[in-house]
């Protein structure tokens, strides 16, 4: 029975891959301004200090938001039906929004300056019922405000992210607080307007 060589091309070919694609993390995360300007974009800059402003929510972290659920594509829509930039269900936009006169629909979720007034007010909806606390929030925001609950009672005034047991949810959490901080640091001064906290 032959064994085959270690350095195979095929070996090769999986280990060189996963070489590169470690080191474009890397850069994204410690590399130049530029390049992780280029992971961290920030468009849409006035809709969302206008939303900040408006429900009184971190900017950078609005722009966290935008960027871990949409990569600031307003066309996305999930395969659960989440629309637009911040990734708002027609159905939480309708709970959001419980005046007749400003029930959105689909087609206004499409909007940037719409759809990160919705996701916004959302977002602020889910610190007020949190207290302010941004990692319970997230994970309201991601996994839902049912399950959020049971989180933050498990962790009985400890770290809520600690106690999420959906995978996808404690990642969600801890990526957009990452790019949160990543935005505040690239972008010190994007939002004059907006009193940072």
Known sequence: MSREH???????????????????ALLAV??????????????????????????????????AVVNVESGFDPSRVSKAGAV???????????????????????????????NIAVGTRYLHQLLSRYHGDEGAALAAYNGGATNADRWVAAAK?????????????????TDVLRQRDSYRRLYPDAFPEVSQK
Do not use: C, N
């Open 6 to 24: 270690p350095f195979a091309p095929h070996r090769v070919a999986i280990v060189a891959t996963v070489a590169v694609l470690a080191a474009v």
């Open 30 to 63: 410690y590399g130049p301004a530029w390049w992780q300007k280029a992971y961290h974009p920030l468009r849409y800059r006035d809709q969302i200090a206008q939303a900040a402003v408006s429900e009184d929510v971190d900017p950078y972290l609005i722009a």
């Open 84 to 114: 637009g930039l911040m990734q708002v269900l027609p159905a939480t936009a309708d709970e959001v929004f419980t005046d007749a006169a400003a029930k959105p629909t689909t087609e206004r979720l499409h909007e940037p300056a719409y």
């Open 157 to 173: 005034g400890g770290d809520v992210k600690a106690s999420v047991d959906f995978p996808v949810t404690k990642r969600y959490v």
